[in-house]
């Protein structure tokens, strides 16, 4: 959770009108249209009712529901009086508000933290016919005297399935020297019998490993840091296992996040792999040779949380992640809503260059979404940029699957949103053997330097191919290259009417093997 202070100032600023609104939930929350009628609002992605949202907190799954809570402020839709917020579902998809959780008090923000399931009542909390009370770990964040601040670790915890929470009077539970101590994740370490925690000293690039037999009481276990990038202050350490993806092996993922410093410019996360044998986190090959692994290489995806206690019959590590950057979070055309949550996204490991490696594909569930089918069957490639809405392909929520042989071509690949001096870019470059999202003409966007407007990830030609699959939402793209080897998340604000989509080649003549394309419902009005 990077608080107000260390916010930088904007460097991709929106500007433009925007009509917004939602049915009240709470006093804080006022309304007058559809959420179908918001020129900006995502359609299937996750947004509060209304205001200021950040990191996902506490995500975790309990009797047949998932749970997302996350950072919220209840007085308004810029960043402060930081308090928890709670939604669920019982498919990831469509989410019902439950309102504000874990609410600011006095001098005590709530930043973030995690949430589990503790199921054998180690902690006590469980009274009555409830003995497995779910438990949020969080940083409690102290206004002091002389505009000076301490941070330390807190519980709240529940024993109505997430309805109602209570505040431990015993909390803080875990206090440091350093005050700028945060975002605890916490996970039960089956082979101990105890529960762990990842927490960062933001400010010493370090995360900090933890144990407890009843999550009021923790002892110190070990240091992780400062390695791979340290251009700016460490936040959100989280450590959990990743299935390969043709095995039953898994392996420790330590991700943490960073912030500026990322590889698109501002906030970002890197992630190691490695072992942990309950005490010490140690990475394979060291720290990386060649830099860090980073986790999204566009400039949107920050402070991903992993669902605690996702059942072993599914058997998926989930995560979702701020779809969003701190350099210019609070400048989104949004002023009654601001901010988004990523799509859910399930995790494995890959060999890549003889590492294993981390990718990332869009859950199985936004299939669910899928409406209107079209399939282009292989042909060449035209030069410039072929419209598809003759074909049936246009639209401001979509799905896109498009594999490509660029051959001898420059460059191939999508426009999306695109229209009157507008469009997303999204490709493939040949001679730099990387995949790009060009934004600087995504509508309404005043791009500086130091977040550029062209992203790019390494990556490889599969057998002389490149698979695009993408998500085009009415403020955002995904693309997932090569079944998830590469992911770019952008944040774009293209008018309502750029609706365009568009093959696109440059250079020598290249093919496009397919392509399938489906509208996607609206989450919000879906019944």
């Given amino acids: 959770m990077a608080f107000f202070s260390l916010l930088a100032a904007p460097v991709l600023l929106f500007t433009g009108p925007l009509l917004l609104a939602l049915p009240p939930r709470d006093s804080a929350e006022t309304s007058d249209a559809a959420p179908s009628e918001e020129p900006y609002r995502p359609q299937f992605h996750y947004t509060p009712p209304t205001n200021w949202m950040n990191d996902p907190n506490g995500l975790v799954y309990h009797d ?9 402020n209840p007085k308004g839709h810029e960043w402060g009086h930081m308090s928890w917020y709670h939604a669920t579902s019982t498919d990831l998809m469509h989410w019902s508000h439950q309102g504000v959780a874990l609410p600011e008090e006095g001098n005590e923000m709530i930043f973030s933290g995690s949430a589990v399931v503790d199921a054998a009542n180690t902690s006590g909390f469980g009274t009555g016919g409830n003995s497995s009370p779910m438990v949020a770990i969080y940083t409690s964040h102290y206004t002091l005297e002389g505009n000076s601040s301490d941070q330390a670790q807190s519980l709240a915890y529940s024993t109505d399935g997430g309805a109602t929470w209570t505040k431990y009077q015993g909390n803080p539970v875990l206090e440091h020297p350093d005050p700028e101590f945060r975002d605890p994740y916490v996970f039960w370490y089956a082979p101990d019998q105890r529960w762990i925690m990842a927490v960062a000293l ?50 420790w993922i330590l991700k943490v996040d960073l912030n500026p410093g990322a590889v698109a410019g501002g906030s970002g996360g890197q992630y190691f792999v490695g072992d942990f044998d309950g005490t010490t986190f140690t990475p ?78 869009p859950v199985e569930e936004l299939q669910r979404l899928r409406e209107q089918h079209v399939h282009l069957d292989s042909r060449p490639l035209a030069a410039g940029a072929t419209p598809l809405k003759e074909a049936g392909i246009s639209g401001r929520s979509l799905e896109l699957v498009a594999v490509f042989e660029p051959k001898g071509a420059k460059t191939v690949g999508l426009h999306v949103r695109a229209g009157t001096d507008e469009k997303t870019v999204i490709g493939y470059d040949v001679e730099a053997e990387a995949v790009f999202v060009d934004r600087s003409a995504s509508g309404v966007v005043d791009a500086q330097s130091d977040i550029p407007s062209r992203s790019s990830a390494p990556l490889s030609l599969q057998e002389g191919r490149v698979k695009l699959h993408v998500f085009v939402d009415r403020s955002s793209v995904e693309v997932f290259a090569n079944d998830g080897a590469r992911v770019l998340t952008h944040r774009i604000a293209p008018t309502p009417k750029s609706e365009g989509v568009s093959l696109v080649r440059a250079g020598s003549p290249a093919r496009l093997v397919r392509l399938d394309a489906w509208s996607l419902r609206s989450i919000w009005n879906d019944s």
């Fill in 284 to 361: 394979h090959h060291g720290v990386r040779k060649h830099g860090p692994h980073w986790v999204d290489y566009g400039p949107d995806f920050y402070a991903a949380m992993a669902w605690n206690h996702v059942p072993e019959s599914d058997g998926r590590a989930l995560w979702m992640g701020w779809m969003n950057n701190w350099a210019y979070a609070k400048h989104l055309p949004t002023p009654l809503r601001r901010s988004a949550q990523t799509i859910p996204r399930s995790l494995h490991l890959r060999p890549l260059q003889g590492e294993p490696r981390l990718v990332q594909q």
């Fill in 64 to 72: 047949g529901t998932y749970h997302l809570f996350h950072q919220y």
């Fill in 202 to 251: 933001s400010e010493q690039q370090t995360v900090q490993f933890y144990a407890s037999t009843n999550l009021r009481e923790w002892a110190h276990l070990s240091d992780f840091g400062p390695a791979g990038a340290t251009g700016g202050i460490w936040e959100c350490p989280l450590l959990f296992q990743v299935p390969f993806e043709d095995s039953g092996q898994t392996r």
